[in-house]
């Protein structure tokens, strides 16, 4: 039986209300993205219309022709040039492991409604979990798990809620960022394990860990991930990676010791 690439950035997604049709499926990638524009359709889903300038959050999963007619239907995809709800397109997906042809469907040309708004953050989950969430979870893996510069800034009272050691499989830690004096901290999807510290946060904690991760000004996106905390997986929690990933460069002393401190007593021996 034949397999195919497809990207899904909606309700297909893991936790998400159709993902039952992947069932059985390979996941490839949980943190990907394919050239497009987001927009919320205010029906329950959202739409990726065609554009080369920005990007769209989602993940990757090989399917069978079977999977594949299951998804045409739900899709309202009748074939090239029909009266579609959804059009379907082959377009590179870019993950950490490498870039894949995926089917993708799309906006189909001059169905965009004006009532539909942009979702800028190009992630149509990370929209959803901060419109309904008053608090949620947050897996912090490098200077953020210590907690002198939550003090120096003022913010300490939104980082007391510790949960516990994290544990994020199918990820490395990297230092992919490249600032003035050395190396910045991410996770990278090409298996291992990455360990960290898992808060419980409020809303109101997200302006300064979008600040201060360089969110606007594109050094890091908010991502949502899969942990084990205490024995139980936590799903749908926040951390947050870097966005154009470089070669790595050592960190700066000052940085590893920020990490060493936020880790100690709670990540593993083996780990630190």
């Known amino acids: ?17 159709n993902h039952y049709l992947l069932k059985g499926s390979e996941l490839i990638s949980s943190q990907c993205w394919t050239a497009g524009r987001l927009y919320d359709s205010h029906c329950g889903y959202p739409f990726l219309a ?5 990007r769209v959050y989602g993940e990757l999963f090989q399917v069978n022709d079977t999977q594949m007619k299951a998804l045409d239907h739900l899709e309202g995809y009748h074939g090239p040039e029909k009266n579609n709800l959804y059009d379907r397109s082959l377009q590179k997906v870019y993950t950490d ?6 089917f993708v469907y799309i906006l189909p040309n001059g169905k965009q409604s004006k009532s539909m708004a942009e979702i800028k953050s190009g992630d149509w989950c990370i929209d959803r979990l901060l419109q309904q969430k008053q608090s949620l979870f947050y897996f912090a893996y490098g200077s953020c798990m210590d907690t002198k510069r939550f003090e120096e800034a003022g ?48 809303k109101a ?13 594109g050094c890091y996106r908010p991502a949502l991930i899969d942990v084990e905390c205490n024995d139980t997986i936590l799903n749908n929690v926040l951390t947050f990676v870097v966005i154009n990933k470089e070669e790595e460069i050592a960190p700066p002393m000052h940085y590893v010791n920020e990490i ?10 083996s780990y630190m």
């Open 1 to 17: 039986m034949k397999k195919h690439y497809v990207f899904v950035y909606g309700t297909l997604r893991k936790h998400e209300g």
């Open 50 to 54: 065609k554009a080369q300038s920005s």
């Open 97 to 102: 492991k490498g870039i894949y042809q995926a």
């Open 155 to 202: 913010v300490s009272s939104f980082f007391q809620n510790v949960k516990g050691r994290g544990i994020l499989k199918g990820y490395q830690l990297a230092f992919t960022r490249k600032s003035r004096d050395g190396g910045r901290a991410d996770i990278v999807e090409k298996g291992g394990t990455v360990e960290g510290k898992v808060y419980e946060i409020p």
């Open 205 to 217: 904690a997200l302006e300064y860990l979008y600040r201060r991760e360089g969110v606007n000004a």
């Open 260 to 269: 060493l401190r936020g880790g100690t007593g709670l990540l593993s021996d």
